[in-house]
């Protein structure tokens, strides 16, 4: 099993910049990879960013030039950078690793709120 804890998040005005943090523990040898998701109040989780082992990024369109993830594998841990932030990136952001053929496991979720 993998236990992931978050760190970071909070309340940040428009255009100003927040770092989340997720550190991994338990049968980190089967992560493949790390990252976000967000689910904002009355719509669907959807990906933020995800990074491989090999250090290999995907983000969604929403995020790109603004948001940047990272790992330091030696820590097991994830490190999202979200600067620019508009009201839209407001949500609950979960932290994601992915085992592949063993499934995922969840974070307990930060909130980061934008205002306007």
């Known amino acids: 099993q993998v236990h992931l804890v978050e760190s970071g998040g909070g309340l940040v005005q428009f255009g100003g910049s927040l770092s989340l943090s997720c550190e991994a523990s338990?049968?980190?040898?089967?992560?493949?990879?790390m990252g976000w998701y967000r689910q904002a109040s009355g719509k669907q989780r959807e990906l933020v960013a995800l990074?491989?082992?090999?250090?290999?990024?995907n983000y969604a369109d929403f995020v790109k030039g603004r948001f940047t993830i990272s790992r330091d594998n030696a820590k097991n841990t994830v490190y999202l950078q979200m600067n620019s932030l508009k009201p839209e990136d407001t949500a609950v952001y979960y932290c994601?690793?992915?085992?592949?053929?063993?499934?995922?496991?969840w974070g307990q979720g930060t909130q980061v709120t934008v205002s306007s």
């Open positions: 994601y690793a992915d085992m592949r053929s063993r499934g995922g496991a």
């Open positions: 990074i491989t082992r090999g250090g290999n990024t």
């Open positions: 338990g049968s980190i040898f089967t992560i493949y990879a």
